[in-house]
């Protein structure tokens, strides 16, 4: 009987945890940010690689369509660069200003029993000063960011990535900035009717890689299978819904391949999905046995 009665509980409770992506996922696209944060990255291409600006529109895309984000993909095709200066040329001028505080999601996010942890691929500095605009420093039990999973500066591409540790473990090292001798003319290698070179490959370690997405799942102790996951980029949704996870579109009232679950605005989180909220009422959570380290703590 007493084995009946935790297999049941089991049984209805079908998640134990929520994994939140950060920018226009938590604050809506309207804000500002993200259209600001593009032109600070063609601004730091221009400055900074000495790319001329005629390329940079092309380039960005096939960087962002072929390595998941430009920064991934400018190291994968010869540059190098100082991890903590780009981030700060690209996400110290935004308008953050724009953020305001958003007391009905704080509300919402500490009404649900579960872990919730950010998963960004932005740097760190970046995500907790979202959070404090936004109001939600203590909505989340940690965040998965960028120096999460890049706690170091590879100059290649490596398998071993046993140093990758929780956010505010490590100190992520650096270099100066510098550019190859020998640049990988990405928009040349696409222009061919027929393009038969591999791809360079990048050392930098994020979404929508299936590997960074479970390295992350790892870090922080989480089983996908009992995992929710929001965000608002389609293959990060699809890249998601391939290692095990309970999908999450938000943004779009529009159901795409891979998304269990669309959110036009993550404030509608609670008619979407209302079982979330019946959770408290079949099982308490239990933290027990979980430990990681973590930068924001609820």
């Known amino acids: 009987m007493e084995f009946e009665g935790r297999y049941g509980q089991v049984q209805r409770q079908k998640y134990d945890c929520l994994l939140f992506d950060l920018d226009d996922t938590l604050y809506p696209l ?172 990048t050392p930098i370690v994020c979404k929508p890689s299936e590997a960074a997405i479970e390295r992350a799942l790892e870090l922080a102790n989480i089983n996908p299978h009992r995992t929710l996951f929001f965000e608002d980029s389609v293959r990060n949704i699809e890249a998601g819904k391939r290692v095990g996870l309970h999908t999450v579109l938000v943004g779009t009232s529009q159901r795409v391949r891979g998304a269990d679950y669309v959110l036009e605005s993550i404030h509608n989180i609670r008619e979407a999905i209302p079982e979330l909220w019946e959770a408290d009422k079949m099982a308490e959570v239990n933290y027990s046995g979980v430990a990681v380290e973590t930068s924001v703590t609820a």
Not at 86 to 101: I, T
Not at 111 to 137: Q, Y
Not at 161 to 189: N, Q
């Open 30 to 201: 309207s804000s500002g940010l993200a259209a600001g944060c593009l032109k600070n990255i063609q601004d730091y291409m221009v400055e900074k690689l000495g790319i001329h600006k005629t390329k940079i529109p092309d380039l960005c895309n096939l960087l962002y369509k072929n390595y998941g984000t430009t920064m991934a993909g400018l190291r994968a095709i010869g540059y190098d660069f100082d991890y903590d200066d780009y981030h700060s040329f690209v996400h110290g001028r935004l308008p953050y200003d724009n953020l305001k505080p958003d007391p009905v999601l704080k509300s919402l996010l500490l009404g649900l029993p579960f872990r919730k942890l950010i998963f960004t691929n932005a740097d760190e500095a970046h995500a907790t000063k979202v959070l404090s605009r936004l109001g939600l420093e203590g909505c989340f039990e940690g965040i998965i960011c960028f120096e999460t999973l890049n706690p170091t500066h590879k100059t290649t591409v490596s398998d071993d990535e046993d140093d990758i540790e929780f956010v505010g473990s490590t100190t992520p090292g650096s270099i100066p900035g510098s550019r190859s001798s020998d640049i990988f003319d990405i928009i040349a290698h696409f222009a061919q009717p027929n393009p038969s070179a591999a791809l360079p490959k």
